[in-house]
């Protein structure tokens, strides 16, 4: 049996000793602590397809009891318009499992985590599927700290992941490997095909293992994190799998927190991790930056998901994906490299302002060129209030008028562009009514 073990999910021999095993295998100790990271433990349900153009999977762990064991932690599932404000897929029912990432293709999210639970984007249906990920020899490869990376020229998915604990001597190098699914299994299959980077315990300065690692695109290069401690170490590279170039780590947080994931937001790049004065006291934050590999100040992080909505002591370990198809698949894909998203729309411009009314125009983006425009998409807020939803309308039409304002009122206006691989960066003005 091959395990997905999470960095939580190691039963030390102390552990196994006290449990009453003199020798106990890493498979066996999974199941002493009730945790089997092969499988999700639920037999399937129904969600309303999530809408939002962002997606986080999360879990948290009750208060007061062991969050170091990965059999009290349960996986969710978030949506979000801003990345900023996240609410919960409806009718989504937490399950066991650790440290999860999610991703999107075609009509279908997956989630991993402890096995792999795949939501069709269509009906809303939840299923539960084992997953194995063998090295190239056909041996268990027992990945800990899973994370989807990208998609091959062929659609298939690329997972990043660090070794089990027990092939990982203390204070040495920590290689940072890939797998990549095997063709037909729909994400229940992975063979380990190289490293990405081995990561010294001393890297940029910081002293520690590297842990956690995720990898995303900025829009330029691809960028991977892990965590070292409460730091997060972003590397960088032109192609997916690398190699990603030592000589390019930064030290993009410093004690601001841990288990880091990116994503290519609506205004720059996206850096969440999960931070907390006591580990059963941790929340979610996100920063946002221009490249996700420069230097964020830790005072730029601000909290996102806690653990009280759920009456839990955390929400932590972040997952983060654009909930749109993603690179199309088959004999079409010829890069591994995401279909660039539309830049910013330019000459953005509220005018015609009256008591109730007013008239925005814009000019297409004038960077992102290789992008596909299928439509512009606006939302609005008054000054203190929440943002509308956002109104889509066709890529021909450069203008919009609004009407049913309230006099003599601010107003934050947003519009972006939106293409094949999803929206590009939302440009934001205000105004003020009459």
């Not at 194995?132 to 899973?146: H, I, L």
């Not at 907390?276 to 221009?290: C, E, K, M, Q, Y």
Request: proline share 8%; charged share 15%; glycine share 12%.
């Amino acid at each position: 049996m091959t395990a997905m073990i999470t960095r939580a999910g190691i039963v030390t021999a102390a552990l196994a000793l006290a449990l009453g095993s003199a020798v106990v295998s890493p498979q066996s100790a999974l199941t002493i602590i009730g945790h089997d990271p092969e499988a999700p433990g639920h037999p399937g349900f129904v969600v309303t397809p999530p809408a939002s153009p962002f997606l986080m999977a999360f879990h948290t762990c009750v208060a007061g009891v062991n969050c170091e064991d990965p059999a009290n932690h349960l996986i969710r599932l978030a949506q979000s318009e801003d990345g900023a404000d996240w609410q919960d897929v409806a009718g989504w029912k937490p399950y066991r499992g650790s440290v999860p990432d999610v991703a999107r293709r075609g009509n279908t999210i997956y989630v991993i985590g402890a096995g792999v639970s795949k939501v069709d984007i269509a009906s809303g249906q939840v299923t539960a599927h084992r997953i194995r990920v063998t090295k190239a020899d056909g041996s268990p490869a027992m990945p800990r700290d899973a994370a989807f990376a990208g998609q091959l020229p062929d659609g298939r998915f690329v997972l990043t992941y660090v070794p089990p604990m027990q092939d990982v001597s203390p204070g040495s190098s920590v290689p940072v490997l890939l797998a990549h699914e095997v063709a037909g299994s729909d994400v229940t299959e992975f063979v380990t095909t190289g490293e990405a980077i081995t990561v010294s315990p001393s890297v940029a300065g910081t002293v520690g293992m590297a842990t956690d690692p995720d990898i995303f695109f900025n829009g330029e290069r691809w960028v991977l994190y892990v965590s070292v401690g409460s730091n997060v170490i972003a590397f960088t590279s032109p192609v997916l799998e690398g190699p990603y170039d030592l000589s390019s780590s930064t030290v993009v947080s410093t004690q601001a927190g841990g288990v880091p994931a990116g994503i290519l937001g609506t205004d720059g790049v996206w850096t969440y991790v999960n931070r907390g004065p006591t580990r059963d006291n941790i929340s979610i934050l996100r920063a946002v930056s221009a490249t996700g590999s420069e230097p964020i100040p830790s005072g730029s992080f601000t909290t996102v998901l806690t653990g009280s909505r759920y009456g839990a002591g955390t929400a932590e370990s972040p997952g983060v994906a654009a909930n749109a198809p993603g690179i199309p698949c088959g004999s079409g894909c010829a890069s591994d490299r995401p279909l660039p998203r539309p830049g910013r729309v330019s000459a953005l411009k509220v005018s015609g302002l009256k008591r109730t009314s007013a008239t925005v125009t814009w000019r297409p983006p004038t960077s992102g060129s290789g992008a596909d425009l299928s439509a512009y998409e606006l939302r609005t807020r008054s000054s203190g209030g929440r943002w509308t939803s956002w109104v889509s309308q066709r890529a021909t039409e450069l203008s919009r008028r609004y009407a049913g304002l309230r006099s003599k009122t601010r107003y934050v206006l947003q519009v972006r562009a939106v293409g094949a691989a999803g929206p590009g960066p939302a440009v934001t003005t205000t105004f003020v009514t009459r």
